[in-house]
C-alpha cells in the first residue's frame, strides 16, 4: 500500500480563486496601503490612469503605487528560504515580522487581476525590477501560473518601491470619483486608523490621484470621533459623548491571551457625516490592525434591545487575536479567541447602555422627533387648507372677463326634463361652500314658466354667454 502521498494542489486555480476572492476593486487601494505601511513608509502615492488598447479604440486602467518603505530584497529568508520578492509573486509566502498587517500572503494576489504587474524596489543599496511576463490574469483563467522574472543592479542612491499594475480589471467608474476614493479609503484602509486612542506612534502620508483628476490630493492619517458636546439645551442633533478607550484583557479557558481595545461615541445627527452612510455604517464594527473588518450590530442589538438605538452609536473593538477570512473582508467566528473577544465586547456595550446619559439622550431625542412630527402635521395642515382655498378661487374666477369674487352663498340652479304629463320641472339649487363646491337640494317648482322669469333676471351678457342660471342669496 504506497504511502507519504503529498496530495497535489492544482496552483492556478488557487491563484485564480484568491484573486476572484476580492469582490470590490477598490480592495486593491486596501492591499496597496497595508503592503506600504508593513514596508515603514511614512509617504505613500497612488494614482489611477488611463492607458490606450493597442488596436483598438477602448483604454485600460494603469495603476501606479509609490512609497519611501525600507523595500524588498532577493536575499533568501531562513525561515522560509524564499526571498522578499519572491514573496511578492508567491502565493502564501508572507512570513512578515509580527505586528504586519498583512500576514497571509494573498494581498498582493489581487494585482494578478490584470495585464501585467511590474515592481521597482531598493533596499540594501540594491535595485530590483521584476515583471510579469505573460498578461496574469489570462493565464490564470487558462489554467496557467504566470511567470515573471527580474534582475537586480547596484544603485545606493534610492529607497522604497514603485509598483505598476496595467490593465487592472475593473470598470473605470470604481476609481474616477475622488469623494468615493476619498470615503472607502478613510474607513476600510489603514489610512483610516484608529490606533491613536491606544497611542500607536505611527502615521503615513498619502497623495493620490483619481481618473478624473488632472493633480493629486493629500489624505491625512487617521480617524477621529468629533470634539464631545454634552450639552442638551443646543439639541440632541448636536450631542457627542465618547466612551473610552479602554483595553480590556481576558483569556480563552486554555489560557491563551486576548486583548480587545474598544472606543465609540453616542452621535447626535449633525455628527454622522464622519460615516459613509448611517443604516449602513452606524453600530459595532470589528476590527483588526485598527482598521474596520465588518459590521456586527448583532452583539449591539443583543445588549441594547433593538435596532433603532445603534443608528446614534459608532463602536470599534479591535482585537489582534482576530483570525482574518483571506481577502480580509470578514472575522472567523469558528475560534475561543472570538468568543472571548466578543464577552468583552458585551462588557463595554452593556457599560453604555446602562449609562444615565444614554437614557438621557433617547429621553429628549424621543420627545424632539414627536415634538418635530407635530410640526410637521399642522404645517402639512396649513398646506392643505392654503391648497384648497386657491382651488376655490381657481374655480370661482375661471371667466378672465369676470373682477375676482367671493364664492360663499352663490347659488347655481339646474333645471331637469318637464314631466311627461304635468309638464313641471324639477330645480335643483347648487350653493357655493367655502372651498369652492357646489351643494345640491332638489325642489319641485309648480309653474313651468318659472324658468323662463329665472332667466329673464340674468344680465343680458349672462345671456348672451349661455351662463348658468345664478343669483346671489344675500348672505
Not at 95 to 111: D, E
Not at 119 to 135: C, R, Y
Not at 183 to 193: A, H, M
Request: with cysteine; aromatic share 10%.
Amino acid at each position: 500500500m504506497p504511502k507519504g502521498i503529498h496530495p497535489r494542489v492544482n496552483e492556478a486555480r488557487e491563484f485564480l480563486e484568491i484573486a476572484k476572492d476580492f469582490k470590490d476593486p477598490k480592495e486593491i487601494i486596501r492591499e496597496a496601503l497595508s503592503n506600504s505601511w508593513d514596508a515603514r513608509a511614512s509617504k505613500t502615492s497612488l494614482r489611477f490612469g488611463l492607458a490606450p488598447v493597442p488596436g483598438t479604440r477602448r483604454r485600460k486602467i494603469t495603476v501606479e503605487i509609490i512609497d519611501n518603505g525600507e523595500g524588498m530584497s532577493s536575499e533568501p529568508r531562513p525561515e522560509i528560504g524564499c526571498s522578499e520578492i519572491e514573496g511578492f509573486f508567491n502565493l502564501g509566502d508572507s512570513y512578515k515580522p509580527h505586528g504586519s498587517i498583512g500576514s497571509k500572503g494573498h494581498g498582493t494576489k489581487i494585482y494578478y487581476k490584470s495585464e501585467g504587474i511590474t515592481v521597482d524596489t531598493w533596499k540594501n543599496s540594491k535595485h530590483i525590477h521584476a515583471e510579469t511576463e505573460v498578461k496574469p490574469w489570462d493565464a490564470l483563467q487558462q489554467g496557467v501560473v504566470p511567470t515573471y522574472g527580474f534582475d537586480e543592479t547596484a544603485d545606493a542612491g534610492s529607497k522604497g518601491t514603485k509598483i505598476v499594475v496595467d490593465g487592472f480589471q475593473a470598470k473605470q467608474n470604481e476609481f474616477a470619483s475622488l469623494d468615493d476614493l476619498i470615503q472607502y479609503i478613510r474607513w476600510y484602509t489603514v489610512l483610516g486608523s484608529f490606533g491613536q486612542y491606544f497611542n500607536s506612534p505611527r502615521r503615513m502620508e498619502l497623495e493620490i490621484k483619481p481618473l478624473d483628476s488632472y493633480s493629486p490630493v493629500n489624505i491625512p492619517y487617521g480617524f477621529r470621533f468629533p470634539d464631545e458636546q454634552l450639552d442638551f439645551s443646543k439639541g440632541t442633533d448636536t450631542t457627542c459623548k465618547v466612551y473610552g478607550p479602554r483595553t480590556i484583557e481576558a483569556a480563552t479557558e486554555d489560557g491563551r491571551k486576548v486583548t480587545v481595545e474598544v472606543v465609540g461615541a453616542l452621535l447626535g445627527e449633525s455628527h454622522r457625516g464622519i460615516v459613509p452612510e448611517t443604516y449602513s455604517h452606524m453600530g459595532l464594527w470589528l476590527c483588526k490592525d485598527y482598521i474596520r473588518i465588518e459590521r456586527n450590530n448583532d452583539i449591539l442589538e443583543e445588549v441594547f434591545g433593538g435596532q433603532y438605538y445603534y443608528r446614534s452609536t459608532l463602536i470599534f473593538a479591535n482585537c489582534q487575536q482576530f483570525d482574518l477570512t483571506a481577502n480580509r473582508n470578514n472575522v472567523r467566528t469558528d475560534q475561543d479567541e472570538y468568543d472571548v473577544a466578543v464577552e468583552s465586547i458585551k462588557g463595554f456595550c452593556k457599560e453604555i447602555w446602562e449609562s444615565s446619559f444614554l437614557k438621557e439622550y433617547f429621553d429628549k431625542k424621543q420627545k424632539e422627533d414627536e415634538d418635530r412630527k407635530q410640526r410637521e402635521e399642522e404645517e402639512n395642515e396649513r398646506d392643505r387648507q392654503k391648497r384648497v382655498e386657491e382651488t376655490r378661487k381657481d374655480r370661482i374666477n375661471r371667466y378672465k372677463a369676470r373682477a375676482v369674487l367671493d364664492g360663499r352663498g352663490l347659488i347655481h340652479i339646474f333645471w331637469g326634463r318637464p314631466h311627461c304629463r304635468t309638464g313641471r320641472q324639477t330645480r335643483t339649487d347648487a350653493k357655493m361652500d367655502r372651498a369652492g363646491f357646489f351643494s345640491r337640494k332638489a325642489i319641485r317648482v309648480e309653474s313651468p314658466t318659472a324658468r323662463l322669469s329665472l332667466y329673464r333676471l340674468l344680465s343680458p351678457r349672462e345671456r348672451e354667454g349661455g351662463a348658468a342660471v345664478s343669483r346671489r342669496t344675500g348672505e
